[in-house]
């Protein structure tokens, strides 16, 4: 009985994997061009937040305060380059301010959130190999509402905002002190960035807070355990995350292992601010930086 028990939950989770992996949606996000850095140690992903609002239905939008759906392309709010040791030792999240004043491959000098609505996945892979000198591994995509359907089939996360936060522009009014967030909430909270004294420097943080906390309920045994969570969620990442067509449901789950014991969290040195032909742009301490990245090659 009991080999005919493992032998049902093997074909379950095998049969599930395989669902997952099947219905991932996919793009050519990883791309070899003349003079790429070769490879670099551990494993390097470049997780991306995006504003696309693609097949967001009006009543998701209205939930996720997602403005016009009738905008189109998309644009990056969140870059993030997770770097997983070979041997199993502490992951490092490294977030990249999307408007750093990076070189653009055929665009010159600009924000390295440009590179995403220029070229795509690819032109953001190579500018984030050129700025960091990191092989990008694998990468992975969520859009607009996906963070905020993920929290709510886990049934939601908590969060720990220092102060209030009032941002209409993000459906978010929320009191300082942890909290239990919602989907839209969280969404909100990882959206806003007008209301605090570093602007988007603040929210590369709690982007970074919430990417900690959904892990950590994800992989918590509540969640595991329990089919009225489990199947929700399976639905919900397959329908949210773009992987490169090389990836699948494995290299996730091993991100997830690495990430599920907590993450060195980092954001890119930063050395000033300065107003350009791109508009106000965030310069980081080119030494500082090299030292960060070049302890992660």
């Avoid at 992996?21 to 990883?30: C, G, M, P, Q, T």
């Avoid at 670099?40 to 992903?45: D, L």
């Avoid at 929210?203 to 355990?225: D, P, Y």
């Avoid at 992987?243 to 014991?261: Q, T």
Wanted: proline letters at 4%; one cysteine or more.
């Amino acid at each position: 009985m009991l080999g005919v028990l493992l032998l049902v939950v093997l074909l379950v989770v095998g049969g599930t994997a395989w669902w997952v992996d099947s219905n991932l949606n996919r793009v050519d996000a990883l791309a070899g061009y003349d003079g790429r850095i070769g490879n670099t140690s551990g494993t390097n992903w470049l997780l991306v937040g995006s504003d696309s609002r693609d097949g967001m239905s009006a009543e998701d939008g209205e939930r996720y305060a997602a403005g016009d759906l009738s905008e189109g392309g998309a644009r990056t709010d969140t870059i993030i380059v997770v770097h997983v040791p070979t041997f199993g030792g502490k992951p490092t999240m490294v977030s990249i301010p999307r408007d750093s004043y990076v070189s653009i491959p055929g665009y010159g000098e600009g924000k390295i959130n440009s590179a995403f609505a220029f070229g795509g996945p690819q032109l953001l892979q190579q500018t984030v190999e050129g700025a960091t000198g990191l092989r990008m591994d694998h990468y992975m995509e969520i859009g607009f509402g996906g963070f905020g359907k993920i929290v709510d089939a886990v049934g939601g996360v908590e969060l720990c905002p220092d102060e209030p936060i009032d941002d209409p522009m993000a459906g978010l009014n929320i009191e300082a002190g942890c909290q239990e967030m919602d989907g839209p909430t969280a969404l909100g909270y990882v959206r806003t960035r007008y209301t605090s004294a570093n602007g988007d420097l603040d929210r590369v943080e709690r982007q970074r807070e919430f990417l900690g906390a959904v892990v950590s309920k994800v992989g918590s045994l509540g969640t595991l355990v329990n089919p009225f969570r489990v199947f929700p969620l399976v639905n919900a990442f397959s329908d949210a995350l773009t992987v490169d067509e090389g990836d699948h449901v494995w290299h996730l789950a091993r991100l997830a292992l690495g990430m599920v014991r907590g993450a060195d969290q980092q954001t890119v040195p930063v050395g000033g601010f300065a107003d350009t032909d791109a508009g106000s742009v965030v310069l980081w301490d080119d030494a500082a930086a090299e030292d960060l990245f070049s302890g992660l090659r």
